[in-house]
C-alpha cells in the first residue's frame, strides 16, 4: 500500500481541522476515550496538539483486559496527557443484573454493546462539564462497514479519523510518536477476552483497506465486505422518519 504520503502535513491539517470544529461550536476543548489501542491514541495525540491541557483523556475499564489500561496509561503518561480513569466495572454488572430482573436474557453481543455505551455517556457527561466536544476514534475502515456499537463508541462530536483507512492511521501513529507497543498490538473492541477485530470481521484490515481503497478483493472477502456494508448502512444514517405528506391527510 502506498505511503508517500506526507503524513506530517496529513497530521498538522487535522489538528487545524479539529480547532476549527470546536471553536465553530463554541467550546473549549476535547474529551477522548482512551482505550489503549492505536486510534484512540492517535485521536488523543491529535487533540492534545489542537488543546493542549484543555485535552482530556478518559480511561474507561469495564470489565477490562488489564492490558488496555496500562497500554493507555503508557501513552497518556509519554505524552503528559491529562486524563481521569472512571471504572465502569461495577456501573456495568449492576445494570445487567437489573435488566436480566425483568426475565429477558440478553444474548452476548447485547450484554456486551452495553460497555460502548456507557463509555459514551460518561464522555459526555465529561464533556458537558467542561464544555469539551467528544472526539470520536473510529477510522475509515470501521465506519465503511459499521464496525462500531450504534449510539456507543458511534455517539461522538466529531471523527478526526473518519477519511484514513486502518493502514494509513498506524503511519500516522508514527508519525506522532506514538509508542510501538500500541501500534503493534492486535485491534480488538475489547467487548470480551481475547476478542480480536479481525476475528470478528472475518477478514483483515489490509484486505478492507485495500478494498476501500481499490475497489478490489477476492470474491469471498468481498462479499463478506458488502453484506457488513448493507447490514450496517443504518448506523450512518440519520433516523427515519416518515415524510409528513404521507401520514397527514387534510
Not at 460518561?122 to 462497514?145: F, H, M, P, Q, W
Request: glycine share 8%; hydrophobic share 40%; proline share 3%.
Amino acid at each position: 500500500m502506498n505511503d508517500n504520503k506526507n503524513f506530517k502535513k496529513i497530521a498538522d491539517n487535522l489538528v487545524d481541522w479539529l480547532k476549527d470544529k470546536v471553536v465553530s461550536a463554541g467550546a473549549n476543548g476535547a474529551v477522548v476515550g482512551l482505550s489503549g489501542g492505536i486510534d484512540s491514541a492517535v485521536t488523543a495525540r491529535l487533540a492534545q496538539k489542537a488543546f493542549g491541557d484543555n485535552a482530556m483523556g478518559i480511561i474507561m475499564p469495564c470489565n477490562s483486559n488489564r492490558e488496555d489500561r496500562e497500554d493507555a496509561l503508557l501513552f497518556a503518561n509519554k505524552f503528559a496527557l491529562n486524563y481521569i480513569i472512571t471504572d465502569l466495572s461495577d456501573v456495568y454488572q449492576h445494570l445487567l443484573d437489573e435488566l436480566k430482573r425483568s426475565g429477558i436474557k440478553g444474548n452476548k453481543m447485547a450484554e456486551v454493546n452495553i460497555k460502548p455505551r456507557l463509555r459514551m455517556t460518561s464522555l459526555y457527561y465529561y464533556a458537558a462539564s467542561l464544555n469539551y466536544l467528544v472526539i470520536g476514534t473510529d477510522n475509515r475502515s470501521e465506519l465503511k462497514i459499521g464496525y462500531f456499537t450504534k449510539y456507543g463508541d458511534g455517539g461522538v462530536d466529531l471523527a478526526p479519523l473518519g477519511s484514513l483507512v486502518k493502514h494509513e492511521v498506524k503511519v500516522l501513529a508514527r508519525e506522532l510518536k506514538i509508542p510501538e507497543k500500541i501500534i503493534n498490538k492486535k485491534p480488538s473492541a475489547g467487548l470480551w477476552s481475547n476478542q480480536t477485530d479481525e476475528d470478528e470481521m472475518g477478514f483483515s484490515y489490509q484486505e478492507l483497506d485495500h478494498y476501500i481503497l481499490s475497489g478490489e478483493a477476492e470474491k469471498a472477502t468481498k462479499e463478506k465486505i458488502e453484506r457488513l456494508v448493507q447490514k450496517n448502512e443504518h448506523k450512518l444514517k440519520a433516523v427515519p422518519i416518515p415524510e409528513r405528506s404521507d401520514i397527514v391527510v387534510e
